[in-house]
């Protein structure tokens, strides 16, 4: 017993003491690397040269004429969640047009120009994160007021929601190694591996124009990462942040870009509220006309436009920008750079999983953010299945087919689920109608969602924890005067229990690192837990060295709570020792003669 303590003693330490050294072992003189900061128009680029065919740019069909004037707009009748707040969904891995930066605040172009939008109107706004494959189902089913995720604005997403007038355009870039063979779209094949995010335009682009089937990843940080190890063979990327992944040394260039002028990018809203589609073309078209469009787009996403594309209605005068080809030939001219050699591919992985710097920035939010909210949504979804699962085993057993059914059904449906289905179903589904209860906030129903899932294993740990018994114990409790409830209850069931303790320490852990999936719902950047702050900080320096950090956070969670409850298991089957005392001599002698 002794040495099982000792171990959990030293794995809990040296697990602490290798956070702390990666945290502390950085060089100082590492800059420090935000993604999602704005570059200025040090970071001018004019339009690129090597632009696919122009006949992939269409007709304009969607952009207003002209929008209401601002102060004619009456924000009573925009149908909002919740009155005069602006209720938005975004994403927190594409800087520098969406993101959530060192302070935990969600920005980028996109969402700063839609705050500027609804400081215009008069609204409050309030972001919240969640994944770009559900955002559109999301906004339609009125989880969000707004989808800001630099959303090109197709004809079959139209299907599904309505959009502002466009803000921004988008270039897709094809991505690839130096040296390799691929040089435009065109010499792409069925036996590429074609690297893209999943549900996004460049997905659509691949699939529907390209007529091929690409590898989809959930966000740009790790497509890049799998271009760079070779899984992949390019990545077909907005051209932004294709920009900003590419560093010195990565071996890798934009080989060919492309655009569309008719489908430009714009703010996603439901359908059925055109008062707020309105609302926002005149905000836009207002910060537009009095300049700030100019200043963030300057900040932000210095870049040339296309040739006959401008943002807001057909009305409203274009964005007095600078010079961005100008700015970028001088900036080229006056600080030539050698092209740096490619790095080895243990440098690579040595970038990518082990900037120590970028530990030390990691572990504060990591800790202050990530680790109490994982612990709540644990804790709380922990106890519910606990309690939950406890039913469903005592049903599971009753000799009464009416109790044992439902719980078999029950186990069987939450078990054959995946676990990001049932969140969604519980999520989104009570969503509307818990929205009283909750303030439209998922956080709670997530954990309830978790609760449900872990029922379903739990009951089955209990139910054969408890069927383990041997018969006998019932008998002898019975034979004792016991009714069959307090056999049960104060027999067989504590026993069956203690026997299961091990099972249920790993559905706990389990359920540590299914709180992850919440962040799906849509959450504020203070309910993130330890993958999310992870992955923002992932976005926010396009290194993959924070998510490794967020690892070791689980590991220092999760190997002492093991150790724990071989301890508490092995305590309970072998009793406490004895403590070391003398022994009485007249109790000796008394011993000595019995035996």
């Known amino acids: ?84 707040k602006l209720t938005v969904g975004t994403l927190s891995d594409a800087p520098p047009s969406i993101c959530v930066n060192g302070q935990g605040v969600f920005t980028g172009f996109d969402n700063e120009l839609l705050r500027a939008i609804a400081d215009k109107l008069g609204l409050r706004i309030e972001f919240s994160g969640t994944e770009f494959a559900g955002l559109l189902a999301q906004v339609s089913g009125k989880r969000f007021d707004v989808g800001s995720s630099n959303i090109t604005t197709t004809d079959a997403r139209r299907q599904l929601v309505g ?173 030539p750079v050698a092209a740096a050699q490619p790095k080895s591919t243990l440098q690579q992985l040595g970038d990518t999983f082990f900037d120590w710097s970028l530990y030390r920035e990691a572990l504060p939010e990591l800790i202050k953010t990530g680790l109490p909210n994982t612990l709540i949504l644990a804790l709380s979804s922990g106890l519910l299945g606990t309690l939950l699962g406890m039913l469903l085993a005592v049903m599971g057993i009753s000799r009464h087919w009416w109790w044992r059914w439902p719980a078999r059904i029950y186990t069987d449906i939450f078990r054959g689920l995946p676990a990001v289905v049932i969140i969604l179903l519980v999520g989104l589904g009570l969503g509307p109608v818990t929205r009283n209860i909750t303030g439209g906030n998922p956080y709670w129903l997530g954990a309830l969602a978790l609760g449900l899932l872990a029922a379903a294993y739990i009951g089955e740990i209990f139910r054969s924890g408890i069927q383990s018994v041997e018969p006998g114990q019932l008998e002898a409790s019975r034979a004792l005067g016991f009714s069959y409830r307090q056999s049960m209850i104060l027999v067989v069931i504590p026993q069956g229990v203690r026997r299961v303790l091990p099972a249920l320490m790993n559905q706990f852990i389990s359920l540590i690192k299914d709180s992850s999936l919440i962040y799906f719902l849509g959450l504020l950047a203070s309910q993130r837990e330890l993958f999310a702050v992870g992955r923002d900080l992932n976005a926010q320096t396009g290194n993959l060295s924070p998510l490794v950090a967020a690892g070791l956070m689980y590991l220092v969670l999760t190997i002492p709570l093991t150790h724990l409850v071989n301890y508490i298991d092995k305590r309970m089957r072998t009793g406490k020792p004895a403590a070391a005392r003398p022994i009485d001599p007249l109790e000796q002698s008394i011993l000595t003669e019995g035996a």
Not at 38 to 56: V, Y
Not at 203 to 228: C, G, I, R, S, W
Request: with cysteine; hydrophobic share 40%.
């Open 163 to 335: 959009f502002t007038n466009g803000y921004d355009f988008g270039y897709f870039s094809l991505v690839v190694p130096q040296k390799s063979s691929i040089k435009s779209f065109n010499d792409l094949t069925k036996s590429s591996r074609i690297a893209v995010v999943q549900g996004t335009v460049q997905d659509e682009f691949v699939v529907n124009q390209l007529h091929l089937d690409p590898v989809k990843f959930p966000d740009y940080n790790t497509a890049y990462a799998n271009l760079k190890s070779g899984q992949v063979d390019a990545w077909v990327a907005p051209s932004a942040q294709a920009e900003g992944a590419i560093k010195p040394g990565d071996g890798m260039v934009v080989s060919q870009n492309t655009f569309s002028l008719d489908n430009f990018v714009g703010y996603a809203v439901a359908k059925t509220n055109q008062p707020l589609i309105d609302a926002l073309n005149s905000g836009l078209d207002a910060v537009i006309a009095d300049g700030t469009y100019a200043r963030l787009y300057t900040d932000w996403v210095p870049r040339e436009l296309p040739p006959g594309w401008k943002p807001g209605s057909k009305a409203v005068p274009p964005p007095q920008l600078p010079d961005f080809a100008k700015i970028a030939a001088e900036n080229k001219s006056s600080a």
């Open 1 to 84: 017993m002794a040495t099982g303590r000792a171990r959990a003693r030293v794995a809990a330490l040296l697990l602490a003491v290798g956070v702390a050294v990666t945290g502390c072992g950085s060089n100082d003189d590492t800059p420090s690397r935000n993604m999602c900061s704005p570059p200025g128009p040090a970071a001018a680029s004019a339009a690129p040269t090597n632009l696919a065919g122009a006949d992939s740019a269409g007709v304009d069909r969607y952009t207003t004429a002209t929008t209401a004037p601002i102060d004619t707009i009456d924000t009573s009748k925009l149908g909002l969640l919740s009155p005069g």
